[in-house]
C-alpha cells in the first residue's frame, strides 16, 4: 500500500507539473504535436493508460506528464493509473505466493 500511494502521489505531482508548464511548452513544442498526442490518448484511451501503468517497461510518467499538458481528464488518468498498478501489483504478489 505504501508503494502504491508513493506511486500515486508521484503521479500527481507529474499531472500538475505538466499542467502548470503546459503554457511554457505549448511555445516550445508546436501545439499540433501536443495535441497530437491528446488525440492519440483519446483514441486509445483507457486501454493506453492502463497498459502505460501495468507493464514496466513503458514510461508512465512521462505519459503523465504529458496528459497534464494536453488537460487530460484529471480524474480518469488517476483511476485508470491506480487500475493498472493495482493489476501490477497484483499479479507480481500472485506470482510470488505461487513460487
Known amino acids: 500500500i505504501g508503494t502504491l500511494a508513493g506511486y500515486m502521489t508521484a503521479q500527481v505531482i507529474n499531472?500538475?507539473?505538466?499542467?502548470?508548464?503546459?503554457?511554457?511548452?505549448?511555445?516550445?513544442?508546436?501545439?499540433?504535436?501536443?495535441?497530437?498526442?491528446?488525440?492519440?490518448?483519446?483514441?486509445y484511451g483507457a486501454s493506453g493508460i492502463f497498459l502505460f501503468n501495468f507493464l514496466p517497461f513503458l514510461p508512465a510518467p512521462i505519459l503523465t506528464f504529458a496528459l497534464g499538458i494536453a488537460k487530460y481528464n484529471f480524474t480518469r488518468l488517476m483511476i485508470l493509473t491506480l487500475l493498472g498498478k493495482i493489476a501490477i501489483y497484483g499479479v507480481v504478489i500472485a506470482i510470488h505466493a505461487v513460487i
Open 15 to 43: 499531472y500538475f507539473l505538466g499542467k502548470k508548464a503546459s503554457n511554457l511548452i505549448l511555445h516550445l513544442l508546436s501545439k499540433k504535436k501536443v495535441y497530437s498526442a491528446r488525440r492519440l490518448a483519446n483514441r
